[in-house]
Nanobody, 126 residues
Framework: QVQLVESGGGSVQAGGSLRLSCAAS????????MAWFRQAPGKEREFVAG????????YYPDSVKGRFFISRDNAKNTVSLQIYSLKPEDTAVYYC???????????????????WGQGTQVTVSS
């Protein structure tokens, strides 16, 4: 059974930092693109970071570029999201996502995601 388990969420003040981690089990994802999405209350889930299968390319939407950084460790079957300069509008449930395919464009759309984690809450206070 494939599982993606996120950790590292919490409550922080604006301007702070967090590092989210996602541990995968049940299969290896070293040939898979992986990503982070988030869903704020009353809003649709949105893509915030993606990384290709070997970690040599990443993509971020303009809304988070320069503050969010995705990385992966294929030896440990993990993917992480480092977030700096947190803003109240970053408050959301953050989800780890994985594709069966290797490239970032295979995972930027929610409908293309093959595996989801259960989510971890990030709350940013002003």
């Amino acid at each position: 059974q494939v599982q993606l388990v996120e950790s590292g969420g919490g409550s922080v003040q604006a301007g702070g930092s967090l590092r989210l981690s996602c541990a995968a089990s049940g299969r290896t994802f070293d040939n898979s693109a992986m990503a982070w999405f988030r869903q704020a209350p009353g809003k649709e889930r949105e893509f915030v970071a993606g990384i290709n299968w070997n970690g040599n390319a990443a993509y971020y939407p303009d809304s988070v570029k320069g503050r969010f950084f995705i990385s992966r460790d294929n030896a440990k079957n993990t993917v992480s999201l480092q977030i700096y300069s947190l803003k109240p509008e970053d408050t959301a449930v953050y989800y780890c996502a994985a594709s069966r395919l290797p490239l970032i464009h295979n995972i930027v759309v929610e409908a293309d995601v093959d595996y989801w984690g259960q989510g971890t809450q990030v709350t940013v206070s002003s």
